[in-house]
């Protein structure tokens, strides 16, 4: 699944191409203890989705200016996160999807009640390297033949897709298995969500899968839309089209759920426990209150003023359990779900 070495071999990338040894996260920090049992209560422990981080890095930043908190952030993607979460190792856990059927039963046999929150949206967009100018858009179906679990081994090459396209190699960077991303693409786009082709290089940093994407000629790669915004000027988007034509992404399309099939809600869930500690509701509260224009500062697209009003109220109100009971939606605004509940 992850072709570095072979990428590597064929002189496409190197280990320093594919930014490595360029992840964000602090690994010298020591790690996190429980969410009910941490010697010092004025730690918020944090993990999970590499979309979310910046969000949520920018807002502990910001708010450990003022309150006398430590904030630790960890990135081991959204299934690593909740596996944590659920295993009461941290208070907050970033999600790029809805949690699982599993991952709700893996927290309720740990006694684990959860508070799940929208905090941004998020378009997750289809990238080319930037010398790729042959295609200025690309069908979700022609993006289905390219990464359905059938094209492995079989769809090597570009102009197996589209005859007009170039006999070139096509190289597939996307998101880890443990990455919501993952999991929301390979529903909107193949069908089935963990279901795609095998062979393609992963990651659940994105900032690899854009220096892949960057640096190697025929390469095509997935990732939230704000790694997209830091990296433009190495990269080509190309806009999505779902049978209705050509979409590119923005705020307002993103925001009204009209980017489709790769617009999406993403979340932070906290512990019902650890949100009995003052410093935890105090830390939510400016997430969705003062944290907000953070969220356009980072990337992302901020949600509506009535959705923030509702999720906060949600928080204060301490519901638990998940708007998604059926799964993830597609083309469903987060004020949609918050009405219906």
Known sequence: MKNFVLLCSLGVLSLADLGCSSHK?????????????????QTIAIDGSSTVFPITEAVAE????????????????????????CANEIAVAGASRPIKASEVDQCRK????????PVAYDGIVVAVHKDSTFADS??????KRMWEPAAQGKIKRWNQIREDWPDQELLLFGAGVDSGTYDYFTKAIVGEEHSSRGDFTSSEDDNVL???VATAPGALGFFGI??????????????VDPGTGPIKRSVEIVANGTYQPLSRPILIYVSKKAADRPEVVDFVTYYLTKGRPL?????YIALPERAYAMT????NDRVTGTLFADGTKIGVTVEQLLAGE
């Open 138 to 143: 690309i069908k979700v179906d022609d993006l």
């Open 110 to 117: 740990a006694g684990i009640e959860y508070i799940e929150l």
């Open 25 to 41: 996260v602090d690994n010298s920090q020591a790690p996190a203890a429980s969410a009910d049992t941490d010697t010092s209560p």
């Open 312 to 315: 906060l109220k949600r928080f």
């Open 62 to 85: 910001e708010f450990q200016k003022t309150n006398k908190v430590r904030v630790t952030i960890g990135v081991s993607g959204t299934g690593g996160g909740f596996k944590k979460f």
């Open 226 to 239: 704000a790694y997209f915004e830091e990296n433009k000027d190495k990269l080509r988007l190309l806009a």
């Open 210 to 212: 854009v220096q892949g």
């Open 295 to 299: 969220v356009k500062e980072t990337g």
